[in-house]
């Protein structure tokens, strides 16, 4: 009996031993997942101010959107099909309109019309071609983005000649101003003559010829005398297949001789250099 007793304590005693063992191992494990939740808020927490702080930052965004867009739609108009001006454009176009001629301005049925006015008005006055016969010497036509002047060869060629002469360096001067106040611009200088054949010689064989040579040498000298970038410059030649009017009279075949500047401005930079100089 007595061994039996001895055998049952021990027993016990074995037991609570492998029990306490097992407990510190659970105080332990439990120590540790706790540590790990503790570790686990905190990252959560962390992540949480980080999502706060970017969900702030997106609807700072999306408020900034929301306004642009309402701006821009206030600041711009369309005018015909495909262009479009700010409203700052359009309050310089209208102050501009009150100097027009006021016959000129009853033509304007659209507001692509009165834009064009506008433009032509600024930049004959840049220009200033007060002492030129606006028939005769130049001609100045926009046609919505594109700006068209028009110079008879007196004014910037002898009689026969390719060779520009110095009489051409106002007006050449105040192109290359317009040219050069804006980057994004094509220049395209076109060569145009009459429609009498003149007599060959080493350089000049026929009318294309001195169409093209006409139009290579207002490029240059528009490049090597008054710093217009080559690369905005294109030189063309179109005979006498494009005339203004008949060549069936001195008169006409004087007219039809010309070179003709076409510009490529962006209109509302264009527009303002123009009516800066008011």
Same mark, same amino acid.
């Given at each position: /009996?007595?061994k039996?007793s001895?055998?049952?304590l021990?027993?016990i005693?074995?037991s609570?031993?492998?029990?306490?063992?097992?407990?510190?191992?659970?105080?332990?494990?439990? $120590?540790?997942?706790?540590?790990?939740?503790?570790?686990?808020? %905190?990252?959560?927490?962390d992540?949480?101010?980080?999502?706060d702080?970017?969900?702030?930052?997106?609807?700072?965004?999306?408020?900034?959107?929301?306004?642009?867009?309402?701006?821009?739609?206030?600041?711009?108009?369309?005018? $015909?099909e495909d262009?479009i001006?700010? *409203?700052?454009?359009?309050?310089?176009?209208e102050?501009?309109l009150?100097?027009?001629?006021?016959?000129?301005l009853?033509?304007?049925?659209?507001?692509?019309?009165s /834009? *064009?006015?506008?433009?032509?008005?600024?930049?004959?006055k840049?220009?200033?071609?007060?002492?030129?016969?606006e028939?005769? @010497?130049?001609a100045? @036509?926009? *046609?919505?983005?594109?700006?068209?002047?028009?110079?008879?060869?007196?004014?910037?060629?002898?009689? $026969?000649?390719?060779?520009?002469?110095?009489?051409?360096?106002?007006?050449?001067q105040?192109?290359? @101003?317009?040219?050069?106040?804006?980057?994004?611009?094509?220049v /395209?200088?076109?060569?145009?003559?009459?429609?009498?054949?003149?007599v060959?010689?080493a350089?000049?064989?026929?009318n294309?010829?001195?169409? %093209?040579?006409r139009?290579?040498?207002?490029?240059k000298?528009?490049?090597?005398?008054?710093? %217009?970038?080559?690369?905005?410059l294109?030189?063309? $030649?179109?005979?006498?297949?494009?005339p203004?009017?008949d060549?069936?009279t001195?008169?006409?075949?004087?007219k039809?001789?010309?070179t003709?500047?076409?510009?490529?401005?962006?209109?509302?930079?264009?527009?303002?250099? /123009?009516?800066s100089?008011?």
């Amino acid at each position: /009996m007595r061994k039996i007793s001895i055998f049952i304590l021990t027993g016990i005693l074995m037991s609570a031993c492998v029990s306490k063992k097992k407990y510190v191992a659970l105080e332990q494990e439990n $120590g540790e997942i706790r540590s790990q939740l503790q570790k686990t808020q %905190v990252e959560k927490e962390d992540l949480e101010a980080k999502f706060d702080e970017i969900q702030s930052r997106i609807d700072t965004y999306n408020t900034k959107i929301s306004t642009l867009t309402e701006e821009n739609d206030a600041k711009f108009v369309t005018v $015909g099909e495909d262009m479009i001006i700010s *409203n700052d454009t359009r309050k310089q176009m209208e102050a501009t309109l009150e100097h027009v001629n006021p016959e000129d301005l009853a033509q304007a049925k659209t507001l692509k019309d009165s /834009m *064009n006015l506008a433009v032509g008005y600024n930049l004959r006055k840049s220009m200033d071609t007060s002492n030129m016969n606006e028939d005769e @010497d130049i001609a100045i @036509d926009i *046609n919505e983005t594109v700006v068209m002047i028009s110079i008879s060869d007196k004014m910037l060629f002898n009689s $026969g000649s390719y060779r520009v002469s110095n009489k051409a360096n106002n007006i050449l001067q105040k192109i290359a @101003d317009v040219i050069n106040s804006e980057e994004s611009l094509d220049v /395209m200088v076109e060569g145009h003559t009459d429609s009498q054949l003149m007599v060959p010689n080493a350089a000049v064989k026929d009318n294309w010829d001195l169409s %093209v040579l006409r139009a290579t040498s207002v490029v240059k000298k528009l490049q090597s005398d008054f710093n %217009v970038a080559p690369e905005k410059l294109i030189a063309s $030649g179109r005979s006498f297949y494009q005339p203004l009017v008949d060549n069936d009279t001195k008169e006409n075949r004087s007219k039809n001789r010309r070179t003709r500047i076409i510009i490529l401005p962006n209109i509302n930079k264009f527009f303002a250099l /123009m009516a800066s100089n008011e």
